[in-house]
């Protein structure tokens, strides 16, 4: 069973920064697609940024330029650099794992795993 811990989560003013990481906890991480997802009051879940197991990225458009997905193999951990925080960032965000390494994964019902979420809250 694979478990996956946020961290990093926040209140900050439109234009900072924050990061966010996720400790995955199982033996596959080196395969595991890994993604992000955000969920805001009212609103669908919806993907922000994922990597896969080679390293490639896909970013939504609102979030293009501003955020960057990393990954550290060694330490089995992803994550997510914000920049550039706009109100409408106003979330909370999961970390998610694919154990297929599907590099097309877009949908939430994609991702076996699923972190228990941290708060990202952007002020004006």
């Known amino acids: 069973q694979v478990r996956l811990v946020e961290s990093g989560g926040g209140l900050v003013q439109a234009g900072d920064s924050l990061r966010l990481s996720c400790a995955h906890s199982?033996?596959?991480?080196?395969?595991?697609?890994m993604g992000w997802f955000r969920q805001a009051p009212g609103k669908e879940r919806e993907l922000v940024a994922t990597i896969s197991a080679g390293g490639n990225t896909y970013y939504a458009d609102s979030v293009k330029g501003r955020f960057t997905i990393s990954r550290d193999n060694d330490k089995t951990m992803v994550a997510l650099q914000m920049n550039s925080l706009r109100p409408a960032d106003t979330a909370v965000y999961y970390c998610s794992a694919d154990r297929h390494n599907n590099v097309y994964a877009r949908s939430p019902d994609q991702y076996e795993y699923w972190g228990q979420g941290t708060q990202v809250t952007v002020s004006s």
């Open positions: 199982g033996r596959t991480f080196s395969r595991t697609l």
